[in-house]
């Protein structure tokens, strides 16, 4: 069965750092993309950034995240620096998407979802 597994969210003032964490179990997903969406109440999903051969970014956090993994421990990490309120939100990590996808921003690309890890950002 497969899992992953969000950590690192929290409360943090504007401005703050947090580093999110998705733990990847029952598979591996070297071969395979991973990516970060969010949530905020009374929105839809949104993408946030991705990575297999390349990385890629939703222009609202482009310069203040980073996505990157790390394949022998099958997990993917997303550092998020000079946050702002409107980053808050539930991140969601996802993964299974073709390695090669041309359509990382788009849910329906992801096979396997996390259950959420709450950021908040105050002002």
């Known amino acids: 069965q497969v899992q992953l597994v969000e950590s690192g969210g929290g409360l943090v003032q504007a401005g703050g750092s947090l580093r999110l964490s998705c733990a990847a179990s029952?598979?591996?997903?070297?071969?395979?993309?991973m990516g970060w969406f969010r949530q905020a109440p009374g929105k839809e999903r949104e993408f946030v950034a991705a990575?297999?051969?390349?990385?890629y970014y939703a222009d609202s956090v482009k310069g203040r995240f980073t996505i990157s993994r790390d394949n022998a421990k099958n997990t993917v990490y997303l550092q998020m620096n000079s946050l702002k309120p409107e980053d808050t939100a539930v991140y969601y990590c996802?993964?299974?998407?073709?390695?090669?996808?041309?359509?990382?921003?788009?849910?329906?690309?992801?096979?396997?979802w996390g259950q959420g890890t709450q950021v908040t950002v105050s002002s």
């Open positions: 996802a993964a299974g998407a073709p390695y090669y996808s041309t359509g990382y921003y788009h849910p329906h690309e992801y096979d396997y």
């Open positions: 029952g598979r591996t997903f070297s071969s395979y993309g």
């Open positions: 990575i297999s051969w390349s990385r």
